[in-house]
């Protein structure tokens, strides 16, 4: 149990295009679940809380208008990286809360713009 | 603002036992966990320990809390191969927060 899916797991595109990521929890439902960017050997940063239902909060420095976050139902929050540049190539990882509010990650999705 | 520190390697033979310390700033962190990342995955929750345990132990992994130092250390037995990993410890103040993470310690396991 409490297993969170994370789609694509790695995605190539052109500068200015967008890119869609979803984060979905299989086998339970999450109100909240967190969306998380990792350079290379480097720690987890916390990007935004995507609650269910009502607007992201997003972490100081973390443009809004540039990652759409949308959390439509309970299992499911997606991310999306509008007009993307080279410098938002990075290792993207969501979480969801599950059962005792552990939270369980994602497989991550890598994004690369060329 | 809330602060986790990791040693950044750790190199063992296979066989040994393997601990990774961690230490925490805030002191109302009342969940502590130990995830473990290999090479382009995700995050595997390994082990969690509330703020009100000492110990916890799960198979071959060991986790102790010292709340007055406010370490905490994750001990792997019998140390694999499998086990070379990047491992990050990570706190959360509240339950359902985010998490606040380590820059993670790289485990080497030699055979």
């Known amino acids: 149990g409490a297993v969170v899916s994370q789609h694509p797991s790695w995605v190539i595109c052109k500068s200015g295009t967008s890119v869609k990521i979803e984060c979905r929890s299989l086998?339970?439902?999450?109100?909240?679940m967190f969306w998380y960017r990792q350079f290379p050997k480097q720690s987890l940063m916390l990007m935004a809380t995507?609650?269910?239902?009502?607007?992201?909060?997003?972490e100081q420095g973390v443009e809004k208008d540039k990652f759409l976050i949308n959390h439509a139902s309970l299992t499911l929050s997606t991310l999306t990286v509008t007009s993307a540049h080279p410098e938002d190539s990075s290792f993207y990882i969501c979480?969801?809360?599950?059962?005792?509010?552990?939270?369980?990650f994602g497989a991550g999705t890598r994004l690369s713009v060329l | 603002g809330e602060d986790v520190e990791q040693s950044l390697f750790l190199s063992v033979r296979e066989g040994d036992s393997s601990v990774i310390n961690c230490t925490y700033t805030?002191?109302?962190?009342?969940?502590l966990y130990w995830y473990k990342q290999e090479p382009g995955a995700g995050l595997q929750l390994l082990t969690y320990i509330f703020s009100n345990m000492d110990m916890k132990q799960d198979q071959r992994l060991t986790v102790l809390l010292n709340k007055k130092d406010k370490h905490l250390s994750l001990r792997i037995a019998d140390t694999q191969t499998g086990d070379s990993a990047i491992y990050f410890c990570?706190?959360?103040?509240?339950?359902?927060?985010?998490?606040?993470f380590g820059k993670g310690t790289t485990l080497s396991v030699s055979s």
């Open positions: 086998d339970f439902q999450a109100t909240t």
């Open positions: 995507s609650n269910e239902g009502s607007k992201a909060t997003y």
């Open positions: 990570a706190e959360a103040e509240q339950a359902g927060t985010a998490l606040i």
């Open positions: 979480s969801a809360t599950g059962t005792w509010d552990i939270q369980y």
């Open positions: 805030d002191s109302s962190s009342t969940y």
